[in-house]
């Protein structure tokens, strides 16, 4: 006697098997892309939430390890602009609730600065670690006037201590110390050269107050002031 056997149908199975593999995909490109996304993703970033004021050029590697040359900026297309010396590479590690940022600025910081970003509804707060690093006061140039009429040099010597800044519904909140050296600054509008060495502390708290104090020199520069979170008060 004949026995009839009949195969059951194996397309549903692969049909699921699909259903599976599709969103799958789709999920593995995110985050290859989210992973290695490039470096110029970031520096069109900046360069839009700052105005055009801060510009990375001709950045290499990706949005989480890179490098490229830093420029300060008027604004887009402004006619002030400068360089800073070299390249600025950066390694930026995703936590929970905020992103670890390491600088590495062979022109200005003998070693790497740290600041770790938060990011909030409406705001930012970055957290810096305490470092120094000294730049070239020709880049305040780069941001337009006063400054590209004053066309400084010097040196400017940056220090923080516990420095924490946080931008939140348009107001920057301060706390923390950070102290500005400036030496041997000199201008093209003054035939003083140098005109002195000056020095900018920042105290941060409820009420952030500022001091400015000349260190040395021919120009007599002193005065304090305040910070009340959207603009400063100086005397």
Same mark, same amino acid.
Request: aromatic share 8%; glycine share 14%; with cysteine.
């Given at each position: 006697?004949?026995?009839l056997?009949?195969?059951?149908?194996a397309?549903?199975?692969?049909?699921?098997?699909?259903?599976w593999?599709?969103?799958?995909a789709l999920?593995?490109?995110?985050?290859?892309?989210?992973?290695?996304?490039?470096?110029r993703?970031?520096?069109t970033?900046?360069?839009g939430?700052?105005g055009?004021?801060?510009q990375?050029v001709?950045?290499?590697?990706?949005?989480?390890?890179g490098n490229?040359?830093?420029?300060?900026?008027s604004?887009?297309?402004?006619?002030?602009?400068?360089?800073?010396?070299g390249?600025?590479?950066?390694?930026?590690?995703?936590?929970?609730?905020?992103?670890?940022?390491?600088?590495?600025?062979?022109?200005?910081a003998a070693?790497?600065?740290?600041v770790?970003?938060?990011p909030?509804? %409406?705001g $930012?707060?970055l957290?810096?670690? @305490?470092? !120094?690093? *000294?730049?070239?006061? =020709?880049? #305040?140039?780069?941001? +337009?006037?006063?400054?590209?009429?004053?066309?400084?040099? %010097?040196? $400017?010597?940056?220090?923080t201590? @516990?420095f !924490?800044? *946080?931008?939140q519904? =348009?107001? #920057?909140a301060l706390? +923390?110390?950070?102290?500005?050296?400036?030496?041997?600054?000199?201008?093209s509008?003054?035939?003083?050269?140098?005109?002195?060495?000056y020095r900018?502390v920042?105290?941060?708290?409820?009420?952030?107050?500022?001091?400015?104090t000349t260190?040395?020199?021919?120009?007599?520069?002193?005065?304090?002031?305040?910070?009340s979170?959207?603009?400063?008060?100086?005397?």
């Amino acid at each position: 006697m004949a026995t009839l056997t009949t195969a059951s149908p194996a397309r549903p199975s692969a049909s699921r098997g699909w259903r599976w593999a599709v969103p799958g995909a789709l999920l593995g490109g995110a985050i290859a892309l989210a992973c290695f996304a490039p470096a110029r993703w970031l520096a069109t970033g900046i360069a839009g939430w700052t105005g055009g004021r801060v510009q990375l050029v001709n950045a290499r590697g990706t949005v989480w390890n890179g490098n490229a040359g830093l420029v300060f900026a008027s604004g887009p297309g402004g006619s002030a602009s400068v360089s800073l010396p070299g390249a600025v590479g950066w390694v930026l590690r995703p936590g929970w609730g905020a992103v670890d940022a390491t600088l590495d600025l062979p022109c200005c910081a003998a070693q790497p600065v740290r600041v770790r970003l938060h990011p909030e509804a %409406g705001g $930012l707060q970055l957290d810096w670690s @305490d470092s !120094t690093s *000294r730049w070239p006061a =020709a880049l #305040l140039a780069g941001f +337009g006037a006063p400054w590209n009429s004053l066309k400084p040099e %010097g040196t $400017l010597e940056l220090s923080t201590q @516990d420095f !924490t800044m *946080r931008l939140q519904d =348009a107001k #920057l909140a301060l706390t +923390g110390r950070a102290t500005l050296d400036a030496t041997d600054i000199s201008s093209s509008l003054s035939t003083l050269r140098p005109m002195g060495s000056y020095r900018f502390v920042v105290e941060g708290g409820p009420a952030p107050t500022l001091l400015l104090t000349t260190r040395e020199g021919s120009l007599q520069l002193n005065g304090s002031g305040s910070w009340s979170g959207t603009f400063m008060r100086f005397s």
